[in-house]
């Protein structure tokens, strides 16, 4: 079993930027590739970045490429999303996620573990 906690969420204007953070415990997060996800009210949840477990490869979604930054940190269990130039579209409730596959995948039912989300809201 792998406990993921999301936070870092909030309230920000458009062209702003926040940090979430996903601390895991559990078992080794260096097994585990991890993603991020959200999903807006009424809208299926959509892949928005991801990153091996070493985290040399990293793939994002084309609408936030160029503003989000993926990275992890195994010596403290945690992954981030830095999120920069936001735009009210941004606007969801975003999860980290833990894969035992190898590579990345943009396709949540391949993920494993799933955290309870944080919610971001970008005012325009």
């Known amino acids: 079993q792998v406990q993921l906690v999301e936070s870092g969420g909030g309230l920000v204007q458009a062209g702003g930027s926040l940090r979430l953070s996903c601390a895991a415990s559990?078992?080794?997060?260096?097994?585990?590739?991890m993603g991020w996800f959200r999903q807006a009210p009424g809208k299926e949840r959509e892949f928005v970045a991801g990153?091996?477990?070493?985290?040399?490869?990293?793939y994002y979604a084309d609408s936030v490429k160029g503003r989000f930054t993926i990275s992890r940190d195994n010596a403290k269990n945690t992954v981030y999303l830095q999120m920069n130039s936001l735009k009210p579209e941004d606007t969801a409730v975003y999860y980290c996620?833990?894969?035992?596959?190898?590579?990345?995948?943009?396709?949540?039912?391949?993920?494993?573990?799933w955290g309870q989300g944080t919610q971001v809201t970008v005012s325009s």
């Open positions: 559990g078992r080794t997060f260096a097994n585990y590739a």
């Open positions: 990153l091996s477990r070493s985290g040399s490869s990293i």
């Open positions: 996620a833990a894969s035992t596959l190898v590579g990345i995948t943009t396709t949540p039912r391949t993920y494993t573990y």
